[in-house]
Every structure is written in structure tokens, then in C-alpha cells.
């Protein structure tokens, strides 16, 4: 669970608690937490790069590693183009200077030899 629904759900008194069971039971949470979620999907379908609304006709890419995918939506070719032309200086990998942050290797405790 959540932990900032289960805190709140925490904090609630029995009057409180009362209410909100009667608003799951008759979808009332249901019901604001799609609208929410519409509201939070509508503003992502705003051009990244200049900010306009791409309206029905913009182009949407969709990107990154599979477990992590990202989506966005350009107003025009143009915008596209010059999103694909960031993403690609950005990827160009820059001398050989290695990120300190490799992969975690964990903790094994196996070569510990007592004699
Ligand atoms: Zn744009």
C-alpha cells in the first residue's frame, strides 16, 4: 500500500473513517481518482518542446528502457526532430570518463575465511 494513503488513512477519526468507507462503497473515490488521473494525463499531452498543445494531429514518441518507458507527444515534425537530435547529443558518450555510479555489485560475505 501506499504509504501516504495508509498516513492518512492513519490521521482519519471513526466519524472520518465512517464517511470514507461510504465513499468506496459507493464509488465516490473511484470516481475523483479517475478524474485526477485524467487531468494528470491531459497534461502530458503537451508539446516538451515549445509547450503548445499538439492537439489531435501531434506526433507521439514513445521511449526509454522497457521497464522505465516514457511518452510524449510533439505538435509537429520539427518539434520531433529536434527532441530526437537532443536525445542523441545526449546518448553520444563524451571521452571515457566512466560515471563513478556503476553497477551495484551486492554485499557477499562469502570470502570470509576464518583459520
Ligand atoms: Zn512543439
Same mark, same amino acid.
Given at each position: 500500500m501506499n504509504p501516504k494513503i495508509h498516513d492518512i488513512i492513519e490521521s482519519l477519526t471513526a466519524d472520518e473513517l465512517k464517511t470514507l468507507d461510504t465513499d468506496l462503497r459507493e464509488g465516490h473515490v473511484q470516481h475523483l481518482v479517475g478524474k485526477r488521473l485524467e487531468s494528470y494525463e491531459r497534461r502530458q499531452?503537451?508539446?516538451?518542446?515549445?509547450? #503548445?498543445? $499538439?492537439?489531435?494531429s501531434g506526433f507521439t514518441l514513445i521511449f526509454g528502457p522497457a521497464d522505465f518507458r516514457k511518452k510524449a507527444t510533439f505538435c509537429g515534425q520539427d518539434c520531433l526532430e529536434y527532441f530526437l537530435g537532443k536525445l542523441k547529443e545526449f546518448r553520444q558518450p563524451q571521452?571515457? #570518463?566512466? $560515471?563513478?555510479?556503476?553497477p551495484q555489485s551486492h554485499d557477499r560475505g562469502e570470502n570470509h575465511v576464518a583459520h
Open positions: 499531452t503537451m508539446c516538451p518542446v515549445c509547450n #503548445n498543445d $499538439p492537439g489531435e571521452d571515457h #570518463n566512466e $560515471p563513478a555510479t556503476g
